[in-house]
């Protein structure tokens, strides 16, 4: 069997909905199971709605529904029994604003998963409208994590039970399902790190043991670079899993950061096709060796560096390192790039802005600690001396270093 996953924009209007089921309807010679993502930038839109804590929400969340409401509306012409499921979800989002929940992160995923369950509602019901044997099914109940909102680990071994019992439905049924979204042992939703739909597609292929995964995206595959920041970037045929594991890490959004590990654990390859043209062969991701490849340029915005000095002149040594590296494992966040002296520890993260200067102030209690945030990291992984010499002369540096195989240069936004 084989595992799909459509990104928002693959999801984004009627006509791309409709695309979408040409491309299933393709590939229907042995079972499927599709991952659906939230539609366009809906989950954009409901973090914003997050982001008014106590102020008045209701015209936005109209927006939210009433965009969906307008595919509905496309798909399957006015009054169609979706909407009534859509007021119904929409009732839901409102109560849990009122709530006012003090866990913001609990708040989060009980409230931004939804944009999922809208998508996959929508997908399925078209599916089913053209003939299609789908059936939807509730991820929640097949993948169980911990209760870490917003960054849940997930439980394996219960997991690998509840989903392999899917086996035997595939063999008559196109599965539908929800990316990025687990619920926790005491029901709660839990959701698995911003844009992990293509990491949900991972869980269900590995504990399916899947012939492969495909990414369907609106690239023509793994490229060099961002082509939007770099014109001239040029698509990879292949990969290796530890390449693309590389890649993720340095911040490459092009897979989510956790997909490699589960797949590369059964072999089970990775294609990146593109949506917008399925004839294209996009690139393969696998077990292999490609000799001589080109550098990966990867541009990560929104950093931050925090510096931490001790305050009586003592050198940095392991134990403040840990007081540290414990500090961030707490808050489940992860470092980008490290750099010391005798007397200063610093490293560069993703600005969460909350949870950051949470950080800042635990540190604060043992160290002198000085930060600063808009900041772009560029790593440029396998470089040549071209590539070497163009990067490392950049203006504004913060901080710059290398490796054999990699520069990384901070700099001022």
Not at 110 to 116: K, L
Not at 118 to 127: D, W
Not at 214 to 233: E, F, N
Not at 291 to 312: A, E, G, R, Y
Request: glycine fraction near 4%.
């Amino acid at each position: 069997m084989r595992v799909f996953k459509f990104g928002g924009a693959s999801v984004r209007n009627a006509d791309a909905i409709r695309k979408v089921a040409t491309i299933i309807k393709s590939y229907t010679d042995q079972p499927l199971l599709v991952v659906v993502s939230a539609i366009g930038k809906t989950t954009n839109a409901l973090e914003q709605l997050l982001s008014l804590k106590n102020q008045p929400f209701e015209k936005e969340l109209d927006e939210i529904i009433n965009y969906h409401f307008q595919i509905v509306d496309g798909l399957f012409g006015h009054h169609h029994e979706l909407t009534q499921e859509l007021t119904g979800i929409k009732s839901h989002i409102s109560a849990l604003l009122k709530k006012h929940l003090s866990n913001t992160d609990e708040l989060y995923d009980q409230i931004v998963s939804q944009g999922e369950i809208i998508a996959t509602r929508i997908v399925s019901t078209y599916l089913i409208t053209i003939g299609l044997p789908a059936l939807w099914i509730d991820a929640r109940k097949y993948i169980t994590t911990d209760s870490t909102f917003r960054e849940a680990k997930v439980d394996w071994d219960q997991s690998i039970i509840q989903i392999q019992s899917l086996a035997g439905v595939l063999d008559e049924n196109i599965i539908v399902t929800q990316g990025f979204i687990g619920s926790a042992q005491d029901g709660l939703t839990t959701t698995l790190g911003r844009e992990g739909s293509d990491f949900s597609a991972a869980i269900f292929a590995s504990c399916l043991r899947a012939e492969s995964v495909t990414i369907w995206k609106d690239v023509p595959g793994v490229m060099s670079a961002d082509p939007k920041r770099l014109p001239t970037a040029i698509i990879f045929e292949e990969l290796p899993f530890k390449e693309a594991a590389e890649m993720t890490y340095y911040g490459a959004t092009v897979i989510h950061p956790k997909t490699i590990k589960p797949l590369a654990n059964r072999n089970i390859p990775l294609f990146v096709k593109s949506f917008d043209n399925i004839d294209l062969p996009g690139t393969r991701i696998h077990e292999c060796k490609v000799n001589d490849l080109p550098p990966l340029i990867v541009f990560k915005d929104n950093q931050c560096l925090i510096s931490c000095q001790v305050t009586d002149y003592t050198f940095i040594d392991e134990s403040q390192i840990g007081i540290i590296f414990n500090a961030l494992s707490a808050r489940s966040l992860k470092v980008n790039l490290i750099q010391n002296s005798a007397i200063s520890f610093s490293f560069c993260l993703d600005f969460k802005e909350e949870k950051v200067l949470a950080l800042i102030e635990e540190l604060g209690k043992n160290f002198e600690v000085y930060y600063n945030t808009d900041l772009t990291l560029i790593t440029i992984k396998n470089y040549d001396t071209e590539t070497f010499n163009k990067y490392k002369g950049q203006k504004d540096v913060v901080i710059e270093q290398s490796s054999r195989s990699t520069l990384q240069v901070l700099i001022k936004s």
